[in-house]
């Protein structure tokens, strides 16, 4: 009789403990998450490492979103924060000429619902030499800048 109780009694804390796993992940990590801040000052004065190789100089006073920014050995995405401007920095692979990138980079944008792309693009070189295209884009409430480059077999697009 004693052997029944004490197996009752190990299932029952086996039982609990397994309850207590489940409640901490369920409300215990993202808490934990929510505590945690999204986004953090990033300098300004140095180059950040987006990935695949490129890197790029954050405007001064941003900040980096955390959850938005996902560096990558070949391709990866970094998310700036200026007040109220989001600089998006997006790295693939891609194979194809500056124009095909550009127009991909635009048919992006207008398949967003409600953005359209702007007058015409033009070219544009960066502080480092990197030749490129940029454009404007609008949307209900708002507008924006793009820019696009291709070097070494990667796409860069930039939105802001």
């Not at 695949?52 to 941003?62: E, H």
């Amino acid at each position: 009789m004693g052997t029944g109780r004490t197996r009752v009694l190990h299932n029952g804390l086996g039982s609990l403990a397994i309850l207590a796993v489940i409640v901490f992940v369920a409300v215990g990590l993202p808490a934990v998450n929510r505590a945690l801040p999204a986004s953090r000052p990033v300098a300004s004065d140095a180059a950040y490492s987006i990935g695949a190789g490129v890197s790029i100089v954050p405007p001064p006073d941003s900040q980096i979103d955390l959850a938005e920014t996902r560096p990558g050995p070949n391709r990866g995405t970094a998310l700036f924060l200026v007040g109220a401007i989001r600089y998006l920095v997006v790295v693939t692979p891609f194979s194809g000429e500056l124009e095909s990138a550009a127009d991909r980079l635009r048919n992006k944008i207008t398949l967003t619902r409600g953005y359209q792309v702007t007058g015409r693009d033009k070219a544009i070189t960066t502080d480092s030499g990197l030749s490129g295209r940029q454009g404007g884009y609008s949307a209900p409430g708002r507008s924006g800048l793009y820019a696009v480059f291709v070097v070494d077999g990667l796409g860069i697009e930039v939105t802001a």
